[in-house]
């Protein structure tokens, strides 16, 4: 029996070893019968399935197998929206793909969608299910920029970081400047000297925002400079406005979540020498700017010699005072920035995305931080000689109180979230932060708000700048 065995052995090796020594009718080697092309599995589809997702889902899906060891899987990817009915009219959005995971390089507008990946080895296809997700409207609509500076006949672009990918955008002077957007890019091109604001609405959740544009002339150079290692970038964040239940004034509350985008704001207040520069680059009259009919400051210690606007000695790196809002303004301006809105203002003082919850701008306790009225000997300081914030920024409580770009509002009632100013400037009154060498410790407080007509130019006034990224 074992012989048996081990004779058909042989015969069949032999048959096997021999096969390519046989001959066909022409004389050529016959080749051994070509087995059938194994096909890859198909693709279990994994996220997302049957679900509500945002507009920037990730796909993925269960890696394909294949029996023929020298095969190399690779997948097609298809999308479309459900009213695209029929298979076929599935839209091909990726081929010879390797990858199990895709990611969407647009976001996809609210609405209901369909998707399939077809594995392929080269010489077959093989589909997987179809699978329907439906995208649910973002609750959220931002903006990376809400002001803008740029020169006629050239255009600035604004990014639309959270929305619904679908917009109205309107000019308020299409003289001035006008825009459009574009996968998410807003592109602003300014036609004529002015300033003109563009409201960006959210068509699925009537959400609107609203850019400034200020359109200068070409070439037109009316700036000051300010130092670059005095600005301290802020990164934006979330955080808590104002104060709780039971704890400072009313006109702190309520007590609200705001975010705010990033931006640079002055490590130390501006100062007399800062301000004595812009005043000799104007060539006011005592302060004032006859044009506008306003008044930026009152001299105290600032003087004006022979037509030339002089510091007087040892106050040249303490704090400008009796500085009206529309003076601050006009310097902010000058060196390419603007007045902080009060949220920027606050979010700052507690230390932006670094913030220890400390109650004055850098500790708890207020003689670290801050001149005030008991150790100040009723005189401002220089800038930067009390301790820094955890940002680096200094005397954001107390030596001069600090003019905001808000309106005044006696509550945060119906205050804006998104960190921007509230109002447009046509208010009575504005918002003045942050304390100063004459008040109590109380008032130095990151959250306390104080008030002052925008011509006002108290001797404890004063102020600090902002800059966009």
């Not at 060539?283 to 008044?295: F, I, L, P, W």
């Not at 979010?347 to 850098?362: F, T, V």
Request: proline content about 3%; aromatic content about 10%.
């Amino acid at each position: 029996m074992k012989r048996t065995i081990r004779l058909v052995s042989v015969l069949l090796l032999s048959a096997l070893v021999c096969f390519g020594c046989r001959k066909d009718e022409n004389g050529e080697p016959v080749k051994p019968p070509k087995l059938p092309n194994a096909k890859p599995t198909a693709s279990k589809l994994l996220i997302p399935i049957n679900n509500e997702v945002l507009r920037f889902p990730i796909f993925s899906w269960q890696a394909s197998t294949d029996a023929d060891a020298n095969d190399k899987v690779k997948y097609f990817f298809y999308l479309s929206d459900v009213d695209k009915l029929a298979d076929e009219d599935l839209e091909l959005l990726e081929s010879d793909y390797t990858q199990t995971t895709y990611e969407l390089n647009k976001g996809l507008l609210a609405g209901t969608y369909r998707w399939q990946v077809v594995a392929t080895d080269g010489k077959d296809n093989v589909a997987s299910e179809i699978f329907t997700f439906k995208v649910k409207p973002s609750n959220t609509f931002t903006i990376d920029k809400k002001e803008i500076s740029v020169e006629v006949g050239k255009n600035a672009t604004v990014n639309i970081t959270s929305g619904n990918g679908t917009y109205t955008l309107k000019s308020s002077d299409e003289n001035i400047a006008i825009a459009t957007e574009k996968d998410g890019v807003i592109t602003i091109t300014a036609k004529a000297k002015g300033t003109a604001t563009i409201m960006v609405t959210d068509k699925a959740i009537k959400l609107t925002q609203k850019i400034t544009i200020t359109v200068t002339d070409s070439g037109e150079n009316n700036n000051g400079t300010y130092p670059q290692d005095q600005k301290v970038f802020v990164k934006g964040g979330t955080f808590m406005m104002g104060s709780p239940d039971g704890e400072g004034y009313s006109r702190e509350r309520p007590q609200h979540q705001v975010t705010v985008s990033d931006f640079y704001i002055g490590k130390y207040e501006v100062t007399n020498a800062q301000y004595v520069e812009f005043l000799n680059a104007k060539g006011t009259t005592k302060g004032q700017y006859e044009g506008n009919k306003v008044t930026w400051c009152h001299l105290r210690e600032i003087e004006q010699v022979n037509g030339v606007f002089k510091v007087k000695e040892g106050k040249e790196n303490c704090p400008i005072r009796k500085v009206t809002w529309y003076g601050a303004k006009a310097y902010a301006e000058w060196v390419g920035g603007r007045l902080p809105t009060e949220a920027e203002w606050e979010y700052a003082s507690r230390g932006g995305n670094q913030s220890k919850g400390y109650i004055y701008s850098g500790s708890n306790n207020v003689d670290d931080v801050a001149w005030y009225g008991s150790n100040s000997g009723s005189a401002t300081h220089q800038v930067g000689t009390k301790q820094a914030n955890k940002l680096g920024i200094y005397d954001m409580s107390g030596n001069v109180w600090e003019w905001c770009n808000d309106d005044w509002h006696e509550s945060y009632t119906n205050a804006p979230t998104d960190g921007s100013s509230w109002g447009d400037g046509s208010g009575g009154d504005r918002v003045l932060r942050g304390g100063s060498y004459y008040g109590d410790a109380k008032d130095c407080r990151v959250a306390v708000r104080g008030i002052s007509g925008p011509g006002g130019s108290s001797f404890i006034n004063g102020f600090r700048v902002v800059f966009l990224p």
